[in-house]
C-alpha cells in the first residue's frame, strides 16, 4: 500500500471565495494540520503510516467527501476493500494527536452540506498508536466496510490498545465511537453525543448509539472509564451505551431515552456510578451474564420502564434513586440490595439477595418483593403501593415497616414467609407465621410513624412507635441505616440500645469516614473520576468527581484505601485512621503510567496564572491571578463537599495582576476547621479551580 504516496492537490476556489486544501493518499512522514483559515477538504481516503503521527492543531476544519445514505443500497458507496468508496476516511496505522480548544475545537465533517449525506469513519487500526481526541466536533460520519468480516461503525473506531477521547461533541452519526478487539485501556470523558430520529431513514438495522464496545476475551486488563458524558439520545433504536466482554466504569454520565446495555462481561467487574438516567424507554441499565460482578452505585433513574434489570451473576445494587421506573433482578442473581429508595415503581428481587433499609413507595405494582427464595428482608419499608409484597415463598420478614399497601400480595401465597418485629396493617393469617414482636396498627396510626408521610420524608418521629421496637439477631442487619448513621441507637433514652424498625435509626450518630482529593504529586493538579476501594472490597467503593473531590462514609476503624484509574499507577494508602463523627483528609497521589511527553499531550496553560501562598497554611494565605482583559471577577472559596464558604472578590476588574488574601473565615466570619478547600475564580466564560490545605 505504500506505493501510494501522500498528496497535498491544488487549492480549489468556492463561490463563497474561501479556499479549501484538498487532501488524500498516504502520510509517510510526520505532519501538521492547521487551521488557516482554510478547510481541509478529504477528497480520497487519508492514511497514517506506521510510526507517522498526525497532530491536527486547534481551530482545523476536516471535510470528508460524502454521499448519499437512505437504504441499504446505498452502502455499496460504503465499501473500502474494492476502492469504490465513494464516502471517504481517515484511517490511522500510527497516531493521531487532534487537540483543539473550548473556543477553537477541530472539526470533523461531510464536505457535501446535505441531507442524508455521509462520510466514512475515522478508523484506528491494531497498529495504531495511542491517539488523543480532546475538544472535537464529529457529524454526520456512517460506517465502511474495510473488508468482509470487519465494518467499523463509530466515527471514531477504535481497534488498538490505547486512546483518550475528551470534551468532543458527536453529532447525527451512525455511532459515536465503536471499539472492537479491543483497546486495553480507553478513556471517553466529558462528551456529548446527541443523533436525531431517521438519520437513516430507510435503512434496516441502523442502530444508532453514542457508545459501543464489543470485545474479545483479552482478560481484566481491558479497561474502559466513560465518565462525564453526555448522551442527548432523540429517538433513536439502540442504547447509549452498549458494552461487551470488558471492565466499564461508567460513571458520572447523562443518559437520556436509551439506557446501557450488558452482554457478558466475561467474569469482569463493572461499575455504575452517580450516573443521572432519564426516560429510558426500556432499561436505565440492562443484561449482565453468569460470573459477572456487577456494581449499581448511587445513580438516579428516573422516567422511563425498568430502572433496572439484571441477569445472572454477583450484583450490588445501592444507594440509587428510582422515580417511576422498576428494579428487577432476576432468580439467578446474587448479591445485595440496600438503601435504595423508589418512589412509584415496583421493586422487585426474587433472587439469592440479602435486601435491607431500602424505601418503596407509591407504586403502581409490587413494593417489596424478595419471594421465591430463603432470603431475609429486613429493614425496609414498602407503603402506599398496589401490593406489599410478592407471593411469599420462605422469606423472614424482619423490622420492616409494611403498611398503607391497597393489597398484601400479587399472586397467592406459597409456602409460608415469616414476619418478626415488623410494623403492619394486615393481620398475620396462614399461610403467614407470626414470629412475634410484630405491631398491628391502624391506617390513622400508620401515619404517625414518620415526620411527613406526605412529602415523602420517613425518617421516624420523635414519639415513634418504631423507636426500639426492631429485633436484634446478629448477622440479620449491617451497622448502618439508610443515612449512613449507626444502625442500633438508644432511640427513646431508657439505657438500652435496640434497633428500631423500618430504615431510619432515630437520633444515631453519623458516621466518619475519609475525604480529600486525587492527584498529580509533580504539579498538584486533580486527577478525575479514580476508583477508590475500602480495604480493597469491591463493594465497598466511591468515585472522586470531575475536579478529584472525594468523600466516604465509614464506621470507626483503621483502613487500607485502594486507588485505581486508566493510564494511572494503582495506590494503596495504608491504616488510614477512621473516627466517629469526622472525616479524616487523605490526598491520594496518582502518577501517570506514561510519561507525558511520549503521548505528545501539550499542556494545558492555567490562563488566569492562579497560585496561593503558603500552601498549606495557618489562617492566612495569599491568592494571585491575573486577567488579560476587563472582566467580571468571582473568587470563592469551596469546601470538599462542593459548597461555598466564602466568596473573596466579586465584581469587575481591569486586566492585569490581583491578589486577595483569606484568613481562613467563612461568610459569617467564623473560623472554618482544617482541611482540604478548593478556591475558584471565574471571569467571564473562563474558570479555574485549584486546591489547598488549611493546618490548625
Not at 309 to 322: A, C, K, L, R, T
Not at 435 to 464: K, P, R, V, Y
Not at 670 to 688: C, D, F
Request: proline fraction near 4%; glycine fraction near 8%.
Amino acid at each position: 500500500m505504500r506505493k501510494f504516496c501522500f498528496i497535498l492537490v491544488l487549492v480549489l476556489t468556492f463561490s463563497s471565495n474561501i479556499f479549501a486544501i484538498e487532501v488524500g493518499g498516504h502520510l509517510t512522514e510526520d505532519t501538521i494540520w492547521s487551521p488557516a483559515n482554510n478547510p481541509y477538504v478529504v477528497v480520497d481516503d487519508v492514511i497514517v503510516d506506521e510510526g507517522v503521527t498526525l497532530t491536527i492543531l486547534p481551530g482545523t476544519e476536516i471535510k470528508f467527501n460524502s454521499t448519499l445514505l437512505m437504504n441499504s443500497d446505498d452502502f455499496d458507496n460504503f465499501i473500502y476493500y474494492n476502492g469504490s468508496n465513494i464516502a471517504k476516511n481517515l484511517i490511522v496505522n500510527g497516531n493521531v494527536i487532534a487537540e483543539g480548544t473550548e473556543d477553537d475545537p477541530i472539526i470533523f465533517t461531510r464536505y457535501q452540506d446535505s441531507l442524508y449525506y455521509h462520510w466514512g469513519v475515522i478508523f484506528i487500526w491494531q497498529s495504531a498508536d495511542r491517539c488523543v481526541f480532546k475538544h472535537c466536533e464529529i457529524s454526520y460520519s456512517a460506517r465502511m466496510m474495510i473488508y468482509v468480516g470487519l465494518l467499523p461503525k463509530g466515527s471514531i473506531s477504535i481497534y488498538n490498545a490505547e486512546n483518550i477521547i475528551e470534551n468532543c461533541d458527536f453529532y447525527d452519526n451512525f455511532c459515536g465511537v465503536y471499539m472492537q478487539d479491543i483497546p486495553q485501556q480507553v478513556i471517553i470523558k466529558n462528551c456529548e453525543f446527541y443523533n436525531i430520529q431517521n438519520i437513516y431513514p430507510n435503512v434496516s438495522g441502523s442502530a444508532s448509539r453514542g457508545v459501543h464496545i464489543s470485545a474479545g476475551a483479552t482478560g481484566e486488563a481491558s479497561i474502559a472509564l466513560i465518565a462525564g458524558n453526555r448522551f442527548n439520545e432523540n429517538n433513536v433504536n439502540s442504547s447509549c451505551i452498549s458494552i461487551n466482554n470488558i471492565k466499564p466504569y461508567v460513571v458520572f454520565n447523562e443518559l437520556h431515552e436509551k439506557g446501557i446495555h450488558l452482554g457478558t462481561l466475561d467474569n469482569r467487574s463493572s461499575y455504575f456510578y452517580q450516573n443521572n438516567i432519564v426516560d429510558c424507554d426500556y432499561e436505565g441499565i440492562e443484561g449482565g451474564g453468569v460470573g459477572d460482578s456487577l456494581f449499581i452505585k448511587n445513580n438516579r433513574f428516573i422516567g422511563g420502564n425498568d430502572g433496572i434489570e439484571v441477569h445472572g451473576g454477583y450484583i450490588e445494587i445501592s444507594d440509587n434513586y428510582f422515580e417511576d421506573c422498576d428494579l428487577y433482578s432476576d432468580i439467578t442473581n446474587i448479591g445485595k440490595a440496600y438503601n435504595n429508595i423508589s418512589n412509584n415503581g415496583n421493586f422487585r428481587l426474587p433472587g439469592f439477595l440479602e435486601v435491607y433499609n431500602n424505601i418503596s413507595y407509591d407504586g403502581n405494582y409490587v413494593g417489596v418483593e424478595v419471594s421465591w427464595r430463603n432470603i431475609t428482608c429486613h429493614n425496609n419499608l414498602a407503603l402506599g403501593n398496589e401490593f406489599a409484597i410478592g407471593s411469599g415463598g420462605t422469606v423472614n420478614y424482619i423490622n420492616n415497616i409494611i403498611v398503607l399497601n391497597e393489597e398484601l400480595n400479587n399472586f397467592p401465597i406459597s409456602d409460608n414467609p415469616l414476619f418478626r418485629n415488623c410494623i403492619i396493617d394486615f393481620p398475620l393469617d396462614p399461610p403467614l407465621i407470626d414470629g412475634g414482636g410484630n405491631i398491628i396498627l391502624d391506617s390513622l396510626q400508620a401515619q404517625s410513624i414518620f415526620e411527613d408521610i406526605q412529602n415523602g420524608d420517613f425518617h421516624l418521629t420523635a414519639n415513634s412507635i418504631a423507636i426500639d421496637a426492631g429485633l436484634d439477631t446478629l448477622g440479620c442487619y449491617y451497622p448502618f441505616d439508610l443515612d449512613y448513621n449507626h444502625r442500633i441507637w438508644d432511640g427513646d433514652n431508657n439505657g438500652t440500645t435496640i434497633i428500631d424498625i423500618g430504615p431510619y435509626e432515630f437520633g444515631s450518630s453519623a458516621f466518619g469516614g475519609i475525604q480529600g482529593i486525587t492527584y498529580v504529586p509533580i504539579n498538584g493538579d486533580y486527577v478525575d473520576y479514580v476508583l477508590i476501594k475500602i480495604n480493597n472490597e469491591p463493594g465497598d467503593f466511591t468515585f472522586s468527581d470531575s475536579i478529584g473531590v472525594f468523600e466516604y462514609k465509614l464506621p470507626a476503624g483503621i483502613y487500607d484505601i485502594y486507588a485505581e484509574r486508566v493510564f494511572y499507577e494503582d495506590v494503596i494508602e495504608y491504616q488510614i485512621v477512621v473516627f466517629d463523627g469526622q472525616f479524616t483528609q487523605l490526598d491520594i497521589p496518582m502518577s501517570e503510567t506514561v510519561e507525558v511527553e511520549n503521548i505528545e499531550i501539550i499542556p494545558i496553560k492555567d490562563d488566569f496564572d492562579l497560585t496561593n501562598y503558603p500552601n498549606p497554611f495557618n489562617p492566612n494565605t495569599t491568592f494571585s491571578f491575573s486577567i488579560d482583559k476587563d472582566s467580571s471577577v468571582e473568587l470563592s472559596i469551596i469546601n470538599i463537599k462542593g459548597q461555598k464558604v466564602k466568596t473573596l472578590i466579586n465584581e469587575q476588574m481591569q486586566k492585569g495582576i490581583h491578589t486577595s488574601v483569606w484568613s481562613g473565615l467563612d461568610s459569617n466570619n467564623k473560623p472554618v476547621s482544617s482541611g482540604i478547600y478548593l478556591y475558584k475564580i471565574k471571569a467571564g466564560t473562563q474558570e479555574s479551580v485549584k486546591r489547598m490545605l488549611l493546618l490548625k
